[in-house]
């Protein structure tokens, strides 16, 4: 079993800065295998995708964030991190960590088994 919980979302002026925060509590066997990543999501929307991450290294990005996130991870916390800079009011939406126990898993949702609860992101001023 794999859960999720994302912190860090908050109010944000466009141009700042946040860092969301994701953490996998596993119990029993799982793979040492795996991506994790982030989508957002706005009411109404459905869930795009932002960001991954392999447990090997390999990073993904979304066009509109390109240069601006950057996605890391801690394979022995089983922790991911999305840094984001230069934020703009299209960012808002809530945030949520994803993982899956295989690579190239790619940016469709449906690819993805597990589900954090999302964190709220609104870039505003």
């Known amino acids: 079993q794999v859960q999720l919980t994302e912190s860090g979302g908050g109010l944000v002026q466009p141009g700042g800065s946040l860092r969301l925060s994701c953490v996998a509590f596993?119990?029993?066997?799982?793979?040492?295998?795996?991506?994790m990543g982030w989508f957002r999501q706005v009411p109404g929307k459905e869930r795009v995708f932002v960001a991954s991450?392999?447990?090997?290294?390999?990073?993904r990005y979304s066009d509109s964030v390109k240069g601006r996130f950057t996605i890391s991870g801690d394979n022995a916390q089983k922790m991911v991190y999305l840094q984001m800079n230069d934020l703009k009011p299209d960012d808002t939406g809530t945030y949520y960590c994803?993982?899956?126990?295989?690579?190239?898993?790619?940016?469709?949702?449906?690819?993805?088994?597990?589900w954090g609860k999302g964190t709220l992101v609104t870039v505003s001023n």
């Open positions: 596993e119990s029993g066997w799982t793979y040492s295998r795996y991506t």
């Open positions: 994803v993982k899956d126990f295989n690579w190239r898993v790619g940016s469709n949702p449906d690819s993805y088994e597990h």
């Open positions: 991450i392999e447990s090997g290294g390999r990073t």
